[in-house]
């Protein structure tokens, strides 16, 4: 058993670059180019020179203009292949080269400073990061002519008492009059440290899937990982608490079908779970939205996961609104899982109940009692059970349609979110995730198929 | 019970037609579909701005037809001068004034029309003439045919000769080939429980055996008949240009351009389905209460209800509802029964419309699908070694990610200037759902694959396509058109749910998703509402007739319960 779920887990690592491939053929080979789609619409006043400019700048900083299989492999990682960063990072300023076409044909290359963003959490407030971007900018400025070496010392100190550096540790280089390395110095610890690189992983000899360094989103420059983090931290909950929900209906209510099969009760509840089955979730969430928002019945909440004031309420007060809000999502979640369990639960219970050993029960003179609860329903539950690992990346998938429609900050909502953005970092790593999710749903509804039902040998 | 009908022994389609006949849920899912598709494919008859027939004196048509008869004559003249590529210039002149002339003399009696003739005369004399290089002829002539232009032109007027009203059928001109096609062929399918009963009794003589005969005949004669219909339309009418949606008769007819000598007859809804009603922007349905209008176009009730501002009195300004030709009154309950979009077009003509979107991309992309799945399926169960071992990891693959996201990943990176996002979606969507149905197709091969009937096959020596196409492929064709109806349903639900979410169909173009994507306000409720209910709908139909099927075709039936 160890070995076979040693054996799958191993098999998963292929699957999952598999996975990647795919993604990312989709991303290539779909029609049109991915840079035209990420760049957006063109503004009628732009100029197509402009546009064209736009759409070159946009592909240089992303690296879309190397090789397709470099994109590929420094995606997937383990090892950075653009340690140096793509061409126009390896300036020690902080500037790009561009070439221009003047009027009489001569090419003029230019130096065009790029902006200094700030680096994630660096200072929690925003003076802070406003006085590391003013004191960085300001020795961008003075770097390529290094005359005033007391303002370059300056500004040097100061930005070290705010980003906890110290480039000259032993004051050798002031001492040394090399001013010019120690704005290097400073501007190589930029680029390390949050600087906005290509395949944003710096001078790291590590970096893509396989060292788990998902990028960072393309516009924000904020990392990808953390943010699906904190927005796993809705959507699991939500997701789980759909799937108990489902569970906690769909039993009962399936014994109850097979209990009365044939009958006319029977009829009516399973046209009523294929019909709910049937509705299309988004609508249905559409639905509960007109009907608790706009119809004027104010019981719940209808958009988002907490209220306005949520930040002012005490601990309880915080957990009810939650909860408040929460409930609308999770029956969209739910019915449909409902639904599908149910019916898995009466076809189950149905074959068992038609087996030889219930009628040795029955005929043994058990009450129905001990024979549909004891019997039978044990026996029915495992295919039931079992159901429950591949459900969870269902969830997570159909979260996306769920979170988009109550406005939850959860992983669907985000993965649509890249998806309107255009961006690559962010659609990547959603899908894998939800790749790698279904992939260990699969094997654990293997591994508890074969522990519960003991025919079944993985050997 | 006669002789003949106890020797008949009932094959499996018998059996599955009389398991079918027993679900009344199965007959109403498939009634309501039918009822769907027909929406759908007689949707120019049920929604549209097109008069079925016209019987008028188009006068601005006339008008500007006699107004430019001195235009085009005179620009002949100075075409004479001109020595290099004139003659094609004045080829194309004289075509315009042929066109102008077929205006005007189908609105002229023959007497009346006689002058046209004239300067038909003097314009091809002066053609001749420029031909054979005599160049004082043609200025005379030219000039008479400027003269007796400019006297037509005060002559014809509508005013002094009397116009004939012209007929003509604008609906029946602007419909395709195609759709005339699946016109006559819906007509079949729906009329089917009327004649095929008749045939059966009359031509068939209840002979059984003669019925089973012909089943798969009147499929071809219905099929044929329909493409005969369509290739006769595209005969004797043509493919109608591609213009923008919107046809000027109606706004013809209430400005009294277009004079009508009985009022034309225009379709139940009476609009098209990009036509704007710049006043009616996110009305609601028009019976309910909010959606009363006043005489300037104000909301009289409702969450819209227009209140003077507050320091000057002053109303906000609106516009009147315009009410054109053939439409219901501004605050007839019949007007928007559905409401309408941001822009003002009717949502349910546009829920009309959009059902023929909805409904196609769900059959394509299912038969799309199931094509691709048969031929991996087949290829790995069939032929098995590598073929199989690579199409079960790429399976794997595919099927490790919902199939959801990798659908709105690929419509998200398709330029939609490149491919049409209708098209795209059904390719997309086909791209990514076939691993069912070949996992499926696989397991059917690999048990068939070695059952006497298929080794007897090969060893006939026939090739592995033929035993496949002829002889396996059939006996595993039940559970592939179950999947394939479940396929049309799944369909129409992703390609409602990436339109909605934004990366499908697109304006002027509408599917029942991008409906919904209307508007996000929980105040347009209907905009939410409708296409919601006809997605459901149609996707219960769906999964009833799929369910029926795949209990009917299961061997293991109880066949006499």
């Known amino acids: 058993m160890t070995a076979y779920v040693l054996r799958r887990i191993l098999l998963m690592v292929p699957t999952t670059l598999g996975v990647a491939v795919v993604i990312f053929a989709l991303y290539h080979l779909a029609p049109g180019d991915p840079a035209v789609v990420m760049t957006g619409s063109v503004d009628s006043r732009e100029g197509q020179a ?43 300023w902080t500037e790009r080269e561009v070439t221009v076409e003047e009027w009489d044909g001569r090419e003029v290359t230019l130096g065009v400073p790029l902006p200094i963003a700030p680096p994630p959490g660096l200072g929690d407030d925003a003076s802070g990061e406003r006085a590391y971007a003013r004191l960085l900018t300001a020795l961008h400025d003075l770097a390529p002519v290094p005359a005033d070496r007391t303002e370059i010392e300056r500004l040097s100190r100061e930005l070290g008492e705010l980003a906890g550096f110290d480039p000259d540790p032993g004051g050798e280089l002031v001492a040394a009059g090399r001013h010019a390395d120690l704005v290097r110095l400073w501007f190589g ?153 149910s019916r898995q639960m009466r076809v189950g219970m149905l074959e068992v109940i038609g087996q030889d050993y219930i009628r040795t029960a029955r005929a043994k003179g058990l009450s129905e009692r001990v024979v549909v609860y004891k019997h039978a329903l044990r026996n029915s539950l495992i295919p039931i059970v079992t159901l429950f690992a591949s459900m969870l990346p269902a969830l997570i998938g159909g979260s996306v349609v769920v979170e988009t429609v109550f406005d939850i900050p959860g992983m669907g909502k985000y993965a649509y979110e890249g998806l309107l953005r255009r961006d690559f970092y962010i659609v990547m790593a959603t899908t894998i995730l939800v790749g790698v999710t279904t992939q260990v749903g699969i094997l654990l509804s293997d591994v508890a198929y074969a522990l519960v039902d003991p025919r079944i040998r993985h050997d | 019970m006669t002789e003949a009908e106890s020797a008949y022994s009932p094959d499996y389609l018998d059996l599955v037609a009389r398991q079918l006949g027993r679900r009344p849920l199965f007959k109403l899912g498939a009634a309501v579909l039918a009822l769907l598709y027909a929406v759908a494919i007689y949707a120019p008859f049920l929604a549209g701005d097109r008069p079925f027939a016209l019987e008028a004196v188009d006068a601005r048509a006339y008008r500007a037809a006699l107004r430019t008869l001195s235009a085009v004559t005179s620009s002949m003249t100075r075409l004479f001068d001109e020595p290099a590529g004139a003659r094609a210039a004045l080829e194309l002149e004289r075509r315009a004034g042929a066109e102008r002339l077929v205006v005007l003399r189908r609105h002229l009696s023959p007497a009346d029309a006689a002058p046209l003739d004239e300067l038909e005369r003097l314009w091809d004399g002066a053609l001749d003439a420029h031909r054979a290089a005599r160049a004082a002829e043609a200025e005379r002539l030219c000039d008479e045919a400027l003269a007796l232009a400019r006297e037509l032109r005060t002559e014809l007027e509508p005013g002094r000769a009397s116009l004939r009203p012209v007929r003509s059928y604008p609906l029946f001109e602007s419909l395709h080939p195609v759709e005339v096609f699946f016109m006559v062929l819906w007509l079949c399918v729906l009329a089917w429980p009327a004649w095929n009963p008749l045939v059966n009794a009359a031509l068939l003589r209840r002979d059984s055996g003669r019925i089973r005969r012909w089943r798969r005949r009147k499929w071809i004669l219905c099929l044929g008949g329909s493409a005969l219909a369509g290739l006769a339309w595209l005969v004797a009418v043509g493919t109608p240009p591609r213009t923008f949606d919107v046809a000027p008769y109606k706004a013809g007819l209430s400005s009294g351009d277009i004079v009508a000598s009985r009022p034309p007859r225009l379709p139940p809804l009476p609009m098209a389905y990009a036509e704007t009603h710049s006043a009616e922007g996110f009305r609601p349905p028009t019976w309910t209460r909010a959606s009363e209008l006043d005489a300037d176009g104000r909301y009289v009730r409702g969450l819209r209800r227009s209140r003077p501002d507050r320091v000057t009195g002053v109303l906000p300004p609106a516009t009147p509802v315009l009410v054109r030709y053939g439409e219901p009154a501004a605050n007839s309950p019949w007007r928007h029964l559905a409401g309408t979009d941001q822009l003002g077009r009717d949502f349910l003509v546009r829920m009309v419309w959009g059902s023929r979107v909805s409904l196609s991309v769900g059959i394509l992309s299912a038969a799309l699908l199931t094509v691709f799945g048969v031929v991996v399926g087949a290829a790995s169960g069939y032929l098995g070694g590598w073929v199989d071992l690579v199409a079960m990891r790429l399976i794997e693959i595919l099927q490790s990610i919902p199939a959801l996201f990798l659908i709105l990943l690929a419509m998200a990176f398709t330029d939609p200037e490149v491919v049409h996002p209708i098209v795209a979606i059904v390719v997309v969507i086909a791209l990514i759902r076939w691993t069912g149905v070949a996992r499926l197709v696989r397991g059917e091969f690999l048990r068939l694959r070695d059952q006497e009937f298929v080794m007897a096959a090969r060893a006939l020596g026939l090739s592995p396509l033929r035993t496949i196409v002829r002889h396996v492929l059939p006996n595993a064709l039940g559970p592939i058109l179950v999947s394939a109806a479940f396929a049309v349903a799944a369909g129409i639900l992703t390609e409602s749910v990436v339109s909605y979410l934004g990366f499908g169909v697109r304006h002027p173009e509408a599917s029942w998703g991008s409906l919904v994507n209307d508007s996000k306000s929980a105040e347009h409720w209907w905009i939410q509402l409708f296409p919601g209910v006809l997605i459901f709908l149609t996707v219960t139909c769906y999964n009833l007739v799929g369910d029926a099927v795949r209990d009917a075709l299961d061997p293991k039936m109880k066949v006499f319960a």
């Open chain 1, 189 to 341: 610890w930029y680029y390390t440290h949050g600087g906005a690189r290509v395949r944003n992983s710096g001078e790291k000899p590590w970096g893509g899937l396989l060292a788990l360094d998902l990028g960072r989103e393309m516009e924000r420059k904020t990392p990808v990982a953390a943010e699906i983090r904190r927005r796993l931290e809705v959507t699991v909950p939500l997701s789980l608490a759909a799937a108990l929900l489902a569970y906690l209906i769909a039993i009962p209510l399936g014994i109850q079908s097979a209990r009365s099969h044939g009958t006319k009760r029977d009829a009516l509840a399973t046209l009523v779970l294929f019909v709910l089955y049937s509705i299309p979730t988004f609508w249905a969430g559409l639905m509960l939205v007109l009907l608790f928002g706009a119809t004027g019945l104010d019981l719940l909440p209808v958009l988002g996961l907490t209220a306005k004031d949520h930040d002012e309420l005490d601990a309880w007060g915080k957990l009810v609104d939650v909860l408040r809000h929460a409930i609308l999502p999770v029956v969209t979640l739910t019915y449909v899982q409902v639904a599908f369990l």
């Open chain 1, 50 to 92: 402009d546009v064209d400019a736009r759409i070159a700048g946009f592909r240089r900083e992303h690296g879309l203009d190397r090789s397709v299989l470099v994109q590929f492999l420094d995606w997937v990682g383990p090892f950075n292949l653009s340690r140096d960063g793509h061409p126009w990072f390896t300036s020690p």
